[in-house]
Each structure stands twice: as C-alpha cells, then as structure tokens.
C-alpha cells in the first residue's frame, strides 16, 4: 500500500490560492496514479500528481483529507491539521522563511568554484528575488485593506524560492574544434563548434 508521509505547508493563508503538496510513496516501487483530496471545508478535488491548489473562504483549522491510490489499486488514507491564517498576520513571516531559505541556499553554494556560484546565482535570479521579497515588505508596511493583503500574499506565493542545488555527473573532457566556416580574421575573433568526443 502507499505510504503517506506529510503535507507541506501546513499552514497557509486564507482567501488565497495555494498549492498544497503531498509527501507520499510506494514501498514497492509503483507509480502513484490518483490523489484524492478533501479540504474539510465542503470542497474535494482529484489530481493524477501530489499536489493541488486550493483557497479557503475563511481562517481557522481544517481537516485536510487525502487518499493515495498506486498503479495496483491499492490505496492509502491520512488526516492532517491544516491552519488556515488571516493573510495579514503571515506576510511578516513568510517574507522572513523565504528571506532565510535564500540566505541558506547561498550559503550552501560554497561547495562551488567562484564563477560556478555566480552561474548559478544568476541563472535563479537571486537577486531579483531578494529585490522582489524587498518590495513585498515595503508594500506590506503601507498596506491597509484585506484586499492588499491578499494580492501581497500572492506576490509571495508566486515567488519560487530555491531550497538546495545537487550534483549529478560530470562530463569528460572535450574539445572545441574550431569550424572554419565562423572564423572572422577582420576582428580577431572566432566562433568554436562545441562537440562531445
């Protein structure tokens, strides 16, 4: 049978569209086909991936239901508490988890060569996310309507935060043969075909 282990997050803010993701797996290696989810707020849902966007009408704690089924049929069921906040009260501190996450994920980058930090550093756009969660906190400081806590909470929910970087392989050692047809002898410079051996 499937095995479910947890849900992230578990707490989430009200009125807001949020993508709630289930942690689960099968012992014996089969593909996990149905997720069925009800909210405990009258709403259900069925997705074919382990995860789900929902918005709650109104704050407080919900049962959060879900049923796993694998490729065989067999099915797995587990409850969850699920805190649903006023959007105000959880911007100061999702703004604060994301700030930390980023802060965590560079930090952990010192396991790479300098220009390596700075590739990947730019290819995520570190810091037009480190601007954009800025701008978010000054927004928040002036904000003063539950419409602009709501659309604030957006803002963050859409910011795609990096948690870790991994290492799969390595690639041998290759040449780049110079195609005669892109060397320009007018400026000194030349364009390489990079080919694998």
Not at 15 to 29: F, K, Q, R, W, Y
Not at 66 to 90: C, H, W, Y
Not at 95 to 114: A, E, M
Not at 117 to 138: F, M, N, P, V
Request: aromatic fraction near 8%.
């Amino acid at each position: 049978m499937p095995v479910i282990v947890n849900i992230a997050p578990k707490t989430i803010p009200a009125a807001t569209l949020t993508t709630i993701v289930v942690l689960a797996s099968s012992p014996d290696n089969l593909s996990l086909n149905s997720f069925e989810w009800d909210f405990g707020d009258g709403q259900t849902a069925t997705t074919s991936v382990n995860s789900v966007a929902h918005a709650y009408a109104a704050t407080g704690t919900y049962k959060l239901s879900i049923r796993v089924t694998d490729s065989k049929g067999q099915s797995a069921k587990k409850e969850f508490n699920l805190i649903v906040g006023s959007p105000r009260d959880m911007i100061a501190t999702l703004i604060s988890q994301k700030t930390r996450t980023i802060d965590s994920f560079v930090n952990n980058l010192s396991i790479y060569s300098d220009w390596e930090k700075q590739a990947i550093k730019e290819a995520l756009s570190i810091d037009g996310l480190k601007q954009e969660l800025s701008a978010i906190q000054g927004n928040f400081s002036f904000a003063s309507t539950e419409e602009q806590y709501i659309d604030l909470m957006v803002s963050l929910n859409g910011l795609s935060v990096p948690v870790s970087t991994s290492i799969y392989s390595t690639a041998a050692e290759f040449t780049y043969p110079v195609d005669p047809d892109k060397v320009d002898l007018t400026n000194g410079w030349f364009c390489r075909s990079r080919h694998l051996k």
